[in-house]
């Protein structure tokens, strides 16, 4: 029968008639309704980092639900799940006691957040004139309204007549380059500046802390927002808890998604330093974040997202992936061998990947990984082939993984 699910990020003339259904998840595995099983080197799209089908989060999720599956939290309300959490995260993240979460439901929609909240807070401190943000060539941020505006993965963009004309693009390695953009369009009309720390869906491009701390800097001396977007690198995937403390990157804003709940729930937000929230929270404000949807912090999803911040601690998990770097990376590394392999980067964690010379040759080289029961995912502009393993994958499960891309690459 014709499907009628209309896959995102598809080409549905192609996909209706290949759909590839998965109907079982159990570690680090995944299994499909024709019984294949599939090593999920991704997991998922960089989310399930505690791995698939932990019964300590279905079991928490039950609980609650049966509890109370949700209240809203517009205007006084809160449940306990979403102010546990954000006490949580708060006690993880590496701004300090007095940050404060707002909440969302996924990344884009706290890139949203982030975004709106910039440029509210620079009305609110009377420049309403900073306006301005200036994001990065590669840069993913989602693809709600602002993410399609702030990320310039260029097929993203297309189709959509005009974007949010004051979004400016900077080089995503070369600071110089940020510091023209910015002083070009004045710095007195730049509100923020968004950055993932390490790019993820662009290609798994480090720009390096010196770039990281150059524009940091920068930002700090023209009062603009620096906004670290950890949806991928934030609750371990680098080996620490977030990027912005490996990398004493000082952020105003965090944004998080996917490994705060490890894909069990969805459940995304915005980690605010207190220079942002000063002007909402200091005693006779009267300024309001006017902004917030129905599941800001709905109930279930934060008690998935306590239980699976849980596993991770119990099971030791980001100091797991701060062990499996070395192996991780030198088992990529051994890619570099192959004369088709142009570039291999390794930039921290369990996040990798290495880089053919067509997007043909992604195309097939993901079909050819695959067919050795390997899921992994082409990246950046195809040419590029990404594995980011849940925390629990085995050195022998890497290894395994590499040996895939190595024979597939045999192929071209
Ligand atoms: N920001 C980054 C860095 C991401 O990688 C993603 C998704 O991959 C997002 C934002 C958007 O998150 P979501 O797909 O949950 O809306």
Redesign the pocket.
């Known amino acids: 029968m014709a499907t009628s699910f209309w896959h995102p990020q598809a080409l549905m003339s192609q996909v209706q008639h290949e759909e590839i259904v998965i109907v079982r998840g159990e570690g680090s595995y995944l299994w499909t309704d024709d019984g294949t099983r599939l090593l999920d080197a991704t997991a998922g799209?960089?989310y399930a980092n505690i791995g698939h089908g932990d019964q300590r989060v279905a079991d928490a999720v039950r609980a609650q639900m049966a509890e109370l599956e949700t209240f809203h939290s517009f205007g006084r309300f809160a449940s306990k799940p979403n102010k546990d959490i954000c006490d949580r995260i708060v006690s993880l993240a590496p701004l300090g006691p007095d940050a404060k979460v707002f909440l969302g439901s996924?990344?884009?929609?706290a890139?949203d957040s982030a975004a709106k909240l910039a440029r509210r807070y620079f009305t609110a401190t009377d420049r309403p004139q900073k306006r301005i943000i200036v994001s990065r060539e590669n840069a993913?941020?989602?693809?709600h309204g602002f993410?399609t505006s702030l990320g310039w993965m260029e097929p993203n963009r297309i189709g959509y007549g005009d974007l949010d004309p004051a979004v400016l693009r900077a080089s995503a390695t070369d600071a110089d380059d940020v510091e023209k953009v910015i002083m070009n369009a004045g710095p007195e009309f730049v509100a923020a500046f968004f950055a993932?720390p390490i790019i993820?869906?662009g290609g798994v491009i480090f720009p390096g802390e010196e770039y990281l701390h150059r524009v940091r800097d920068l930002c700090r001396e023209h009062d603009i927002l620096f906004v670290a977007?950890e949806?991928?690198c934030g609750f371990g995937r680098t080996g620490e808890w977030f990027a912005s403390g490996k990398y004493n990157l000082d952020p105003d804003m965090i944004?998080f998604?996917?490994g705060v709940t490890s894909g069990y729930l969805p459940l995304?937000g915005v980690i605010v330093a207190p220079k942002v929230t000063k002007p909402f929270w200091a005693d006779g404000s009267q300024t309001w974040f006017k902004h917030g949807l129905t599941y800001s912090g709905h109930a279930t999803c934060c008690a998935a997202a306590m239980a699976n911040l849980d596993v991770i601690e119990q099971d030791g998990l980001v100091d797991r992936v701060a062990t499996l770097e070395k192996p991780f990376a030198e088992a990529m590394q051994s890619l570099s061998d192959d004369p088709h392999v142009i570039d291999v980067r390794t930039p921290a964690g369990l996040l990798g990947a290495f880089q053919v010379e067509t997007a043909e040759q992604g195309v097939k080289l993901e079909a050819e990984i695959m067919a050795r029961g390997i899921l992994c995912r082409k990246v950046g502009d195809g040419t590029s082939i990404a594995y980011s393993p849940p925390f629990i994958i085995t050195e022998e499960e890497i290894d395994r993984m590499v040996d895939a891309a190595a024979k597939a690459l045999k192929t071209l």
């Open positions: 799209l960089w996924g990344g884009s929609d890139i993913y941020h989602g693809l993410g993932e993820g869906a977007d949806v991928i944004t998604a996917k995304g």
